[in-house]
T-cell receptor, first 113, second 115 residues
Framework: DAGVIQSPRHEVTEMGQEVTLRCKPISGHDYLFWYRQTMMRGLELLIYFNNNVPIDDSGMPEDRFSAKMPNASFSTLKIQPSEPRDSAVYFC???????????FGPGTRLTVT | AQKITQTQPGMFVQEKEAVTLDCTYDTSDPSYGLFWYKQPSSGEMIFLIY??????QNATEGRYSLNFQKARKSANLVISASQLGDSAMYFC????????????FGKGTTLSVSS
């Protein structure tokens, strides 16, 4: 299997612009997670889905962030409008079930200037 | 209160030596899982080892073993025979199954292996 695929790998954008991050989970995995990693806050969960349904979005910072999973093989995380404090590495991860490890994608490094 | 605590910001070890990375956790959930991940400088997150709260034996995966002390709420990672390629950031994480939480990560420990 190709593993979790994320695109783009790097994104540089100006404050106020819309940013869309994409994720393709491992085929057959029912859970999909979005995490954000910064030096200050470490790794934090933003949202996770089970069978394409959002289960916990309590980590989504504010209304500027939204996530969708229209089907089992694709998810997006959108930031609109972006701000410099959104600069971070965003990871997508998937797992085949509750009691299994999560497999992480390579991450998207977002820089908002 | 922090759910996952890693008290060692940095650890140094020589090649071929064993090293223990500490992790304590806090939960009232009777059913939970503990995970260790490695993040090398390239940035990817690599799963190393898993321990379930009901597992009777400590988990082992090759050179990695997990010293699980349930009463003390600790889940230390032991790396035997360290290699230069083990130099990385190591994260302890927990998932609470009854509460339905996703992974909660500690702040991480940077391990440096020297020759």
């Amino acid at each position: 299997d190709a593993g979790v695929i994320q695109s783009p790998r790097h994104e540089v954008t100006e404050m106020g612009q819309e940013v869309t991050l994409r994720c393709k989970p491992i085929s057959g995995h029912d859970y999909l997670f979005w995490y954000r990693q910064t030096m200050m806050r470490g790794l934090e969960l933003l949202i996770y889905f089970n069978n394409n349904v959002p289960i916990d979005d309590s980590g989504m910072p504010e209304d500027r962030f939204s996530a969708k999973m229209p089907n089992a093989s694709f998810s997006t995380l959108k930031i609109q409008p972006s701000e410099p404090r959104d600069s971070a590495v965003y990871f997508c991860a998937s797992s085949p079930g509750t009691h299994y490890e999560q497999y992480f994608g390579p991450g998207t490094r977002l820089t908002v200037t | 209160a922090q759910k996952i605590t890693q008290t060692q910001p940095g650890m140094f070890v020589q090649e071929k030596e064993a090293v223990t990375l500490d992790c304590t956790y806090d939960t009232s959930d009777p059913s939970y899982g503990l995970f260790w991940y490695k993040q090398p400088s390239s940035g990817e997150m690599i799963f190393l080892i898993y321990q379930g709260s009901y597992d009777q034996q400590n988990a082992t995966e090759g050179r990695y073993s997990l010293n699980f002390q349930k009463a003390r709420k600790s889940a230390n990672l032991v790396i035997s025979a360290s290699q230069l390629g083990d130099s990385a950031m190591y994260f302890c994480a927990m998932r609470e199954y009854q509460a339905g939480t996703a992974l909660i990560f500690g702040k991480g420990t940077t391990l440096s292996v020297s020759s």
